[in-house]
């Protein structure tokens, strides 16, 4: 039991690593590193020796380890954020509505269209997810890059949708409704380009580092964590916006 428990405090706070120190020959063809005393263990040159290689190894994965749940921990934090902002929100979105001033008004069809486009997104990007799992990496690449572009349409239907409101005279101060569609709508928006992003730069690593790592593994399962969540965040503005009026 102590033994995990030393290992999982390793892998959350790794400490730091001695630097490596080159080798050099002591003249009876051994090899000798610098402030490493010899034939450690009393072993001979490829007998006995102090097993660094074992501890390098041992070395790389905690870090690995240790940054993948980085990744993760951090992401969860992110939504955590995420969910308080919108909760709040959603407070002041239903205590205003028992105002006289609330008009409520149709919602403009386009946002079932930006409903589609997302939805289609998180598909993709699970798929992704999943070839990436399989090394399938080119499979994967392409429904990254799929991703993207699910998420841009939907930006785009966004900004027609909010044309559309702006030509029924939503734009007017007087109504409460107005300003909540375009403050939930807009922050959404804000958080899901931030995600574009975040795909497209997580496109480009793994199209240049392509290869099944510890760290990569992290980075992508931790992108699908926010994919989902901005995806099924969109469904409960969406829900809120439609129902609650």
């Known amino acids: 039991m102590n033994a995990r428990f030393n290992k999982l405090v390793t892998i959350i706070n790794p400490p730091t690593r001695a630097p490596k120190t080159s ?18 263990g009393g072993g001979s ?37 995420i969910l308080m902002m919108f909760a709040s929100l959603t407070i002041a979105y239903m205590v205003l509505s028992t105002r006289p001033n609330w008009q409520a008004i149709a919602l403009p069809a386009q946002l079932w269209i930006s409903t589609l486009f997302i939805i289609a997104s998180s598909i993709a990007f ?39 409101l702006a030509a029924q005279g939503i734009y007017r101060q007087t109504n409460p409704y107005r300003s909540f569609i375009f403050l939930l709508t807009g922050i959404h928006a804000v958080h899901l380009v931030a995600g574009i992003a975040g795909i497209a730069y997580l496109t480009w690593r793994v199209r240049h580092f392509v290869t099944s790592s510890n ?10 964590m926010y994919w989902h969540f901005i995806d099924c965040l969109w469904v409960y503005v969406f829900m809120l916006l439609l129902f609650w009026r």
Do not use: C
């Not at 080798?23 to 450690?40: I, K, Q």
């Not at 690995?64 to 954020?81: F, N």
């Not at 990254?144 to 949708?161: D, E, I, N, R």
């Open 23 to 40: 080798a050099s020959s002591n003249g009876n063809g051994h090899r000798l590193h610098s402030g490493s005393p010899v034939g450690t």
């Open 215 to 224: 760290t990569n593994d992290a980075a992508i399962d931790a992108g699908a």
């Open 45 to 81: 040159n490829g007998g006995g020796g102090d097993g660094r290689g074992g501890e390098d190894s041992e070395w790389d994965d905690l870090y690995a380890a240790s940054a993948g749940s980085r990744y993760r921990i951090g992401m969860v934090v992110l939504l955590v954020t």
């Open 126 to 164: 699970e798929l992704a997810r999943r070839a990436w799992k399989r090394e399938r990496f080119k499979t994967s690449q392409k429904w990254m890059m799929a991703t993207v572009a699910l998420g841009a349409l939907f930006v785009v239907s966004q900004v027609f949708a909010w044309r559309e």
